[in-house]
């Protein structure tokens, strides 16, 4: 039995009533995390970043001197592994959607709700604890952990292959960050999970091209995709032919 492991937290907001309510929000909600330092605006934060590096940053967007889009930003170049989630007013809810593009975990409004932290902490502790796991850096017991994680998004892509998907959508699913999906699913599948759907896909076309009452348009529908010059130009960089050509060359064979 390993001793219980803490994620280290620093806490960025300019006004420090906030700072601290949220500071204790986050110890009270889950004791796995332990916030190790605050901050009243991002330059102060980022020097603490590089000082304590921590599991994960929590920040508002509008500071003095480095705003939270800039400031997380700055953390996803310099330290792509730290967990990063902004902490918005209602009138930023739009503007912090754009930090999604920085890699953020997530976003929280202002008040806080404690249920979403609550959720929000549980899948920030699965998601380190299993990087720390693939890392080999927690006990045996647990290595098939990533191993099962990979089966099991497989199992999503052949149950919802006809419906939009992208690693957001795994990333939602199955409460881990798209980095950390696909380093996994590349390790244990040999392809990323995106080609593994896009083949799997392609799998499904070649056996529905037997049918001949079913259009390309069709196939390309029930196969997820609702463009169907985008599925035929996939389609032929997969199996090097053309819906049309392969469905004339195959037509006599076995599905």
Do not use: W
Not at 175 to 203: C, D, Q, W
Request: net charge neutral; charged share 20%.
């Amino acid at each position: 039995m390993h001793e219980k492991l803490t994620f280290s937290v620093i806490v960025v907001d300019d006004e420090k009533l906030i700072l601290k309510n949220i500071v204790r929000n986050i110890e009270e909600a889950d004791s796995s995390f332990k916030v190790v330092a605050t901050a009243r605006n991002g330059a102060e934060a980022l020097e603490l970043v590089k000082e304590y590096t921590p599991h994960v940053v929590f920040t508002d967007i509008r500071m003095p001197v480095l705003d939270g889009l800039e400031l997380t930003f700055l953390i996803d170049q310099q330290f792509p592994s730290i967990k990063k989630v902004i902490v918005s007013g209602y009138d930023d809810f739009n503007y912090a959607k754009s930090a999604l593009k920085n890699n953020v975990s997530d976003y929280l409004l202002k008040p806080i709700n404690n249920d979403e932290l609550k959720t929000l902490l549980l899948s920030l502790r699965q998601s380190l604890l299993a990087e720390l796991n693939d890392s080999s850096l927690l006990p045996s017991s647990t290595q098939q952990t990533s191993k099962e994680i990979v089966m099991l998004v497989q199992k999503f892509i052949h149950t919802n292959y006809r419906s939009p998907i992208d690693l957001n959508t795994l990333s939602a699913q199955f409460g881990f960050s798209s980095s950390y999906l696909t380093k996994i699913f590349v390790k244990h599948a040999n392809i990323s999970p995106l080609k593994y759907l896009t083949e799997y896909r392609m799998t499904i076309a070649k056996q529905l091209f037997s049918n001949p009452d079913l259009s390309i348009k069709s196939v390309a529908e029930l196969c997820g995709y609702p463009d169907p010059f985008h599925f035929s130009k996939l389609f032929k960089k997969i199996t090097g032919e053309s819906p049309a050509s392969y469905r004339t060359t195959h037509k006599n064979t076995p599905s």
